[in-house]
């Protein structure tokens, strides 16, 4: 279905597919097409037939930043409104905090606020022609949307500074081997690449890789005694799941489990 003109929303074998949809502008991000995207991954999100989101864009290219000609008439108090109620922090921000596993499929230009998104995504999945980039600095910006905290845990302090300091951008191979991005397949083998892996993921207890995604989410925002402590909490947890249960036994009778995501 389509909720509104720049973002499509399909739900297809427990696999939510939103699709940013304004190839004309290279999906640039305005203000209609950040709201509809929040609204699709809240559907996603409380979904209870959702398993794996996969977020792609339409036309050939992932997402190119934001909509510079909606920003540029924009106050200082007016882009700090827009930050609060559409900023890409606040959309990076709830795909982490999802129980359900996020993936992005890139083709394309993946540049700006485009890059901070899938920075927020658990997995992501390019085509050799993939191009992404913290470009904010070649239009007087500072990125807005997460890169300042997220790259450098992805890609290194160093290698984090480098780009956003020159607005350099790289290719799809050069971002896997830096961490960015998980598999570059050719881009006929995109959507299959992306489904093999959330198939993978939907036979796993949904309730048991949300709580994966939880812990290793927080090893990011703390240090390792604390997050060494909130692992444990969360594998006593597991113990208190009908799933776990289920794991174990099928494990011993030699068969494939059937988790409820209980």
């Known amino acids: 279905m389509s909720l509104g ?9 427990s696999v939510a597919w939103i699709t940013l949809n304004r190839p004309d502008k290279r999906n640039a991000l305005n203000t209609q097409m950040r709201k509809e995207l929040l609204e699709a991954l809240r559907l996603a999100e409380h979904d209870g037939h959702v398993r794996v ?25 007016g ?8 900023g890409t922090q606040l959309i990076a921000q709830y795909m982490q905090d ?8 890139v083709d394309g230009y993946c540049l700006g606020g485009g890059c901070e998104i899938i920075q927020g995504c658990d997995l992501v999945i390019a085509t050799s022609r993939a191009v992404f980039g913290q470009t904010e600095v070649r239009v007087g910006l500072v990125p807005g949307g997460g890169a300042t905290q997220r790259l450098p845990r992805y890609i290194g302090l160093r290698k984090a500074k480098e780009l956003m300091f020159t607005g350099r951008m790289i290719n799809a191979q050069e971002a896997e081997r830096l961490g960015l991005v998980n598999t570059v ?6 959507r299959e690449e992306v489904l093999k892996l959330a198939e993978e993921i939907k036979t796993k207890s949904p309730v048991i890789v949300a709580l994966i995604k939880r812990a290793i989410n927080t090893s990011q925002e703390t240090h390792l005694s604390a997050g060494l402590e909130f692992e444990k909490e ?5 113990w208190l799941t009908e799933d776990r249960a289920e794991g174990i036994k099928a494990f011993l009778e030699k068969r494939k489990p059937e988790f409820k995501g209980k």
Request: aromatic share 10%; proline share 2%; glycine share 8%.
């Open 79 to 86: 882009i700090r409104q827009y930050h609060r109620e559409v």
């Open 5 to 13: 003109e720049s973002v499509k929303y399909v739900v297809e074998d």
């Open 185 to 190: 397949v050719e881009p006929d083998k995109l």
């Open 53 to 77: 989101v996969v977020l792609e864009g339409a036309g050939g290219n992932f997402c190119a930043g934001a909509d510079l000609n909606e920003l540029y008439s924009l106050t200082g108090l």
């Open 234 to 238: 969360i594998h006593y947890f597991t």
């Open 98 to 105: 999802m129980t359900k596993v996020v993936i992005a499929a």
